[in-house]
C-alpha cells in the first residue's frame, strides 16, 4: 500500500462547477499537508499548506484536512479552464522537514 | 532569472551512454532536491542537499546514479550506463529549509531524460 493515494483522473467538469479532489494516507504521524498545482511540461507549484486538522480558504479554493479518515480534499469553486492542470497533493509529518511524500496527482480537465 | 533553471529541457540518449542534469537553485535557498517524476506517478523522492552535503541520499536508486553541489549553488546530477527505465522528468527544487522552519518548494521546469 502506498503511502499516499491519489486518483489519476483524469477528471473533466464544466467551466463553473465546483471541483473536489482527494488524497487519502496511511500515516497518521503526517501533520503538514500541501497541494501543488503542476501545469502541462511545468514544475509543480504550491498552491495551499494546511498544518494538522480543518479548513483552509484562499479565494476560490479551500483545503481540508480530516486527520480521523487520514483523507485530505481541495475544493475549487467557479472553476477556470486556466484550473486545468494536475494537481498533487504533499504531506510530511513535521513542517521542519526535507521529506515530503507526494500522491501520483490528479489531472483536471476544465471545459470552456 | 528569479526561478530554479534546469538544463537540458530535454535529453535524448541511448541506452548505455552517461547523463548529466544541471540545476541553478534561486540565491540563497539553502536547500536543493533532485525528484523522479515518471508518467502515472508521483513525485520520487532522490536526493536532498543542505549547503553542499547530502545528509540524504536513500532517494538514489543505484549506484549509476550520484549527484553533488557546489558553492552551495549548481547541483549535478548524473546517470551513467543510461537504462530504459530511467527515462522520466527529474525534477530539480529549492528551499529555505533552515533550523528546521521549512520553506516552501520551488520547483524548476524539470529535464525530460528518454533513454533510447
Given at each position: 500500500q502506498k503511502e499516499v493515494e491519489q486518483d489519476p483522473g483524469p477528471l473533466s467538469v464544466p467551466e463553473g462547477a465546483i471541483v473536489s479532489l482527494n488524497c487519502t494516507y496511511s500515516?497518521?504521524?503526517?501533520?503538514y499537508f500541501m497541494w501543488y498545482r503542476q501545469y502541462s511540461r511545468k514544475g509543480p507549484e504550491l498552491l495551499m499548506y494546511t498544518y494538522s486538522s480543518g479548513n483552509k480558504e484562499d479565494g476560490r479554493f479551500t483545503a481540508q484536512v480530516d486527520k480521523s479518515s487520514k483523507y485530505i480534499s481541495l475544493f475549487i469553486r467557479d472553476?477556470?479552464?486556466?484550473?486545468?492542470a494536475t494537481y498533487l497533493c504533499a504531506m510530511s509529518?513535521?513542517?521542519?522537514?526535507y521529506k515530503y511524500i507526494f500522491g501520483t496527482g490528479t489531472r483536471l480537465k476544465v471545459l470552456a | 532569472g528569479a526561478g530554479v533553471s534546469q538544463s537540458p529541457s530535454n535529453k535524448v540518449t541511448e541506452k548505455g551512454k552517461d547523463v548529466e542534469l544541471r540545476c541553478d537553485p534561486i540565491?540563497?535557498?539553502t536547500a536543493l532536491y533532485w525528484y523522479r517524476q515518471r508518467l502515472g506517478q508521483g513525485l520520487e523522492f532522490l536526493i536532498y542537499f543542505q549547503g553542499n552535503s547530502?545528509?540524504?541520499?536513500?532517494?538514489?536508486?543505484?549506484?549509476?546514479f550520484s549527484a553533488e553541489r557546489t558553492g552551495e549553488s549548481v547541483s549535478t546530477l548524473t546517470i551513467q550506463?543510461?537504462?530504459?527505465?530511467?527515462s522520466a522528468v527529474y525534477l530539480c527544487a529549492s528551499s529555505l529549509l533552515d533550523r528546521g522552519i521549512t520553506g516552501e518548494l520551488f520547483f524548476g521546469e524539470g529535464s525530460r531524460l528518454t533513454v533510447l
Open positions: 500515516n497518521s504521524a503526517f501533520q472553476s477556470q479552464p486556466s484550473d486545468s509529518v513535521t513542517s521542519g522537514t | 540565491s540563497g535557498h547530502a545528509p540524504d541520499k536513500s532517494g538514489l536508486p543505484s549506484d549509476r550506463r543510461t537504462q530504459q527505465e530511467d
